[in-house]
């Protein structure tokens, strides 16, 4: 033991960054060395891919707007599945909860049309109603799992089904629906409601997503909540005995993930379309909710990592676009990637002794 | 002097796991026919040795010779060839199956049909000549643990194993099930079987041994002829320079001092039922105790006869099916745990590390663990983080925690310095009643005698203590009256002039 305890000390701050970030680094070198040996035996330039995947976000204003665009729902979504997660349970439905989190602003929005709301008083309403709305959504599966042991990875996976629905449904029917469009989509939002652009650039919702990240930092370490939903994902059989209420906090942790999800949809509809569109939940062709999974794994669930990973993967999906566009290589091979980095993440943090889950 | 035939002998066998040396160059031999008592506490490396010498693990040094032979045993199916056999404490039997399959698994490896009947009649013998009687054809899952051990036993010997390493063999034995093992242990040993008997306790090696070693902290204290020798001579071997009084059964002794008991008792269970939460639990039926404050009410029974469940129904009584559960004078079925702990109760559980602590994190963010919604430590929900470190701080102060400071990982103390925050945290607040399960349970003799003070402290305070414990010794020792518990009914409650561990025992098993 003593022998232990003087071995911890000689650890320095920087040793101990290198061992935190070791397997980050190495998941990044291979998925990125595989990924560019497809692109190369694709007939692709290599280089080039790689400097447009990379660069693409800080060559130009446009690319860091661009990249700030995707970051905003791309984070929501990764809390929408990291929040459930510290509990140990999958949210699958962060996909579900954006759609139905935007549908609902965008019904609540059209329906408070007529009433000529000051937008300091239409936006945080709408803001709300968009929690509101992916929070029960998420409490469903919350409700679910605590009640009748219903594995949250099924019931999010149905939801989710219910909620492309959803919007097909609003977005391609009277009242709501725009008329004389040939892709589904609603009406307009009124102007008051819908989120002002910041220098004329990159809408209102970085201020909210910054709030969010504060916000959840400050649930998570300071608060009685925070310590509970923390406790009970290191040992729930610890948490219970000691009066943890289980069921109270796992659909707690739904209803907060599913906020949040709900809030990307939200912020989707009130600053980058201003209406319901059928698709306003996809980036580079794939669900955000989707991403916010990868981006979830990628920094364990860990709520502080959630920015990092989140930034990373908009640069990444930025470039893909980049990359299409230009060099015509495949957004998928960039899909690829991300899904090597997460894999071989969990493998070598196993094989250093860590566990998948924090 | 007749020179005596070794049938193993390890010669400065040494084993490192990371920092600890479990064994030190260790020397151990084994004659010929002989019961051979292995002592030492919890961690002194017998079962390190033991899985040496059974192939489990490989030493780092040293040698080993068998009938003169030096050896190398890599895996336990070595071990086998060589005639050795283990019994570990947990047992290995596939639940599934019958004591007969179990006991031929393995053992015809070419054929593809099993001959069960001849199999049968050679383990019938077995059974009658070594008097360990057991139903072949019950599913093992089925039987007590006290028969599962006869069948392993058997196994070894089936499988022809002549020197039996038994790993605590009597754990969950009570006092008349031990007698019985020795005679079949004996009648083995006429048959020229050798025996290792791992134990940490000096009674059961006086009764039961012809010589016996000594390890402590990884090194070979010695090894003596019990015949000749004295409890006396084996406490100064396993306990040199503790300052600390023993009994025979190497437990700490206490003396409990007088203590008015309340006149109302502090929590009464009138006629309980109650419904397990685990799925192969034992139902609380009809169970009535008073546990006054000033007293220390003792369980026993076997491990697995409702212990837990009734430590559990009083921390949270919401699977209550029939009774009252009346908590100073109110009536509490159906309150929360949060409830329950803000009157004044606290709970040490039995598995510490997986009921007690969260692991991965620090001391003192296990100290808040029950108390995260009392006022003191938060106000309208934000933590006041500061005032937990003080009292983390105390408590590594007071309760004498071994560690740099509060920010060590829980995970990583050992055992008995989890336990110093957990019975420290549970007496933050003035306690009425403390429910505590097996909280002895693998800590080394300074530790056990530390948690034996609080509870008598807390006795003396007027606190009423519920002591669940599987060990008779030890309740024994701080109880006032001890509860015997079998198949989830309390079926006798004995006064500390009734203690007898006979009688105890054969309630424990249902006698």
């Known amino acids: ?236 059989d610890a948490a219970s005995v000691y009066g943890i209420k289980m069921r109270r906090t796992l659909m707690l942790t739904f209803l907060i993930g599913g906020a949040l999800g709900g809030l990307a949809g939200g912020i989707e509809v009130m600053g980058v379309h201003q209406r319901l569109i059928e698709g306003f939940a996809l980036t580079s062709g794939a669900q955000y909710g989707i991403f916010g999974i990868l981006t979830a794994l990628i920094c364990q669930g860990n709520p502080l990592g959630v920015p990092l990973s989140s930034i990373f993967i908009s640069i990444l999906l930025v470039g893909a676009d980049a990359m299409q566009r230009t060099l015509q290589v495949p957004v998928e091979l960039v899909f690829l990637s991300q899904a090597i980095i997460v894999l071989f993440i969990v493998v070598l943090r196993r094989r250093a002794g860590g566990s998948f889950i924090q | 002097m007749v020179k005596e035939n070794k049938v193993l002998e390890a010669k400065n066998v040494s084993k490192r796991f990371g920092e600890v040396q479990a064994l030190d160059k260790v020397n151990f031999d084994l004659n010929e026919g002989e019961i051979h008592g292995l002592l030492g506490e919890n961690g002194a490396g017998k079962t390190t040795l033991m899985n040496i010498l059974y192939g489990l693990f490989t030493e780092d040094e040293g040698e080993i010779y068998i009938r003169g032979e030096r050896v190398k045993i890599n895996s336990p199916l070595d071990s086998i060839k ?21 006991l031929i698994l393995g053992t015809d490896g070419n054929k593809m049909s099993l001959e069960l009947k001849d199999a049968e009649k050679e383990i019938e013998k077995f059974q009658k000549d070594f008097g360990l009687k057991f139903p072949l054809h019950t599913k093992v899952k089925d039987l007590p643990a006290g028969l599962k051990k006869k069948i392993e036993i058997i196994r070894a010997i089936y499988r022809g194993a002549n020197i039996l390493i038994l790993d605590e063999p009597t754990t969950s034995l009570v006092q008349e099930e031990f007698e019985k093992l020795l005679e079949s242990l004996k009648k083995m040993v006429a048959e020229g079987v050798t025996i290792v008997f791992i134990t940490h306790k000096i009674k059961e090696v006086i009764q039961a041994c012809d010589r016996a070693s000594v390890l402590t902290g990884g090194i070979m204290q010695g090894t003596i002829d019990t015949k000749k020798a004295t409890k006396e001579d084996l406490v100064q071997l396993m306990f040199q320079d503790a300052e600390i009084n023993i009994t025979e059964s190497a437990i700490p002794i206490i003396n409990l001092p007088d203590v008015e008991k309340t006149s109302e008792p502090i929590l009464k269970l009138q006629n309980i039922s109650a419904q397990s939460k685990e799925k192969d639990g034992i139902n609380l039926d009809s169970i009535s105790l008073k546990i006054y404050g000033g007293e220390i009410l003792g369980i026993a029974g076997i491990s697995g006869n409702g212990q837990k469940e009734l ?81 983390a701080k105390n408590i590594i102060d007071e309760f004498q925690v071994k560690t740099p400071n509060e920010k060590k990982r829980a995970g990583k103390l050992s055992g008995g310095n989890i336990q110093r925050v957990v019975i420290g945290r549970a007496l933050i607040n003035e306690l009425d009643l403390l429910v505590t399960h097996s909280p002895t349970a693998g800590l080394d003799m300074a530790s056990v005698e530390f948690v034996f003070k609080r509870l008598v402290e807390l006795r003396s305070k007027g606190t009423a203590v519920l002591y669940i414990n599987e060990d008779l010794d030890e309740l024994m020792q701080v109880s006032d009256r001890i509860g015997v518990i079998h198949e989830g009914k309390i079926v006798e409650i004995f006064g500390q002039d009734q203690f007898d561990k006979y009688k105890i025992g054969s309630k424990m098993i249902g006698g």
């Open chain 1, 1 to 236: 033991m003593a022998g232990q305890e003087v071995s911890l000390k000689q650890t320095t701050k920087l040793q101990k960054i290198w061992v935190g970030s070791k397997p980050y680094i190495l998941a990044l070198l291979i998925a990125f060395g595989i990924t560019g040996a497809i692109i190369g035996l694709l007939g692709y330039n290599v280089l080039k891919a790689y400097q447009t995947l990379l660069f693409t976000s800080f060559t130009s204003q446009r690319g860091i707007i661009e990249t700030l665009k995707k970051f905003i729902p791309l984070t929501l979504t990764t809390y929408a599945f990291a929040i459930p997660f510290k509990i140990r349970f999958f949210n699958i439905g962060g996909w579900g909860q954006m759609l139905f989190g935007g549908t609902i602003t965008a019904i609540v929005g059209i329906a408070l049309a007529g009433f000529n709301l000051p937008a300091i008083i239409f936006i945080p309403i709408l803001i709300l109603v968009a929690m509101a709305a992916g929070g029960v959504f998420a409490l469903i599966a919350g409700f679910l799992k605590a009640y009748y042991n219903i594995n949250p990875i099924i019931s999010t996976i149905m939801l989710n089904f219910i909620a492309i629905y959803f919007v097909n449904f609003i977005a391609t029917t009277e009242p709501w629906k725009a008329p004389r469009t040939g892709h589904p989509m609603s009406l307009k939002l009124p102007e008051a409601a819908r989120l002002p652009e910041l220098f004329g650039q990159i809408h209102f919702g970085i201020v909210i997503v910054a709030l969010v990240i504060i916000a959840v930092y400050y649930l998570i370490n300071k608060t009685v909540l925070g310590y509970e939903i923390i406790a009970t994902g290191i040992n729930p």
């Open chain 2, 82 to 102: 060589l005639g050795i056999g283990m019994i570990h404490q947990s047992s290995t039997l596939v639940p599934e199956f019958t004591a007969l399959e179990n």
């Open chain 2, 311 to 391: 430590a559990e129904v009083i921390i949270d009584p919401n699977n209550i099916t029939k009774g009252k559960l009346i908590l100073k004078g109110k009536k509490i079925n159906g309150m929360s745990t949060n409830k329950v702990f803000s009157r004044k109760v606290s709970y040490i559980p039995e598995d510490r590390k997986k009921e007690s602590i969260i692991g991965l994190g620090n001391i003192t963010e296990n100290v808040l663990l029950g108390h995260q919604r009392e006022p003191r430590f938060q106000k309208k929900g934000i933590i006041k983080w500061d005032k937990v470190t003080r009292e």
